[in-house]
């Protein structure tokens, strides 16, 4: 299977951008983070805005790092002007700091993800290893990826609490 690669131009992202804002907006008492996941690798922009072989991206997943990248990444949003209009208002009277902790921050872009079977697999192993560790035999081990995917997908698609963490697991 072969896909476009992905850059801060490709509709899925912009929309995704949007639905995070709308999300955001909607929730504001909420702690709202956003996870764009695909197989799909990440691409450059054309002209090569943010740089030689440098990925819109790329750039915003850095952004926690240096407030350059945020300026970056708020020009381009603002001069492609493909957003919602109340989120191209807050991008022009915003301050940096303002722009990565309520957008930049909550939102990552995981690209070149591997697809559903080799993640499987790898969470198979890892249960193994744990396992292993806690003097519990392999099949015993395995058996509980069921029981572990089952428990994922019912916490993210709950209507309350969606959390998933160590303790529940363990």
């Not at 999300?23 to 030689?52: A, C, M, S, W």
């Amino acid at each position: 299977r072969v896909t476009a690669p992905v850059t801060l131009r490709t509709t899925g992202v912009r929309d995704a951008i949007s639905n995070f804002w709308k999300l955001r907006k909607g929730n504001p008492t909420r702690d709202v983070r956003f996870r764009y996941l695909t197989t799909t690798h990440t691409g450059i922009e054309q002209g090569e805005p943010f740089g030689p072989d440098t990925a819109g991206l790329d750039v915003w997943n850095q952004c926690g790092t240096n407030s350059e990248y945020t300026q970056q990444i708020k020009d381009f949003l603002l001069q492609e002007a493909k957003l919602p209009p109340d989120l191209l208002d807050y991008l022009r009277s915003a301050d940096i700091k303002d722009i990565l902790q309520s957008l930049i921050a909550p939102i990552r872009w995981n690209t070149g993800a591997r697809d559903a079977n080799h993640i499987i697999k790898e969470i198979e192993r890892i249960l193994v290893c744990l396992g292993d560790r806690r003097d519990v035999d392999t099949d015993s081990s395995k058996r509980v990826l069921d029981r572990l995917i089952r428990e994922a997908l019912d916490r993210i698609t709950s209507r309350s609490d969606r959390s998933l963490d160590r303790q529940r697991f363990l």
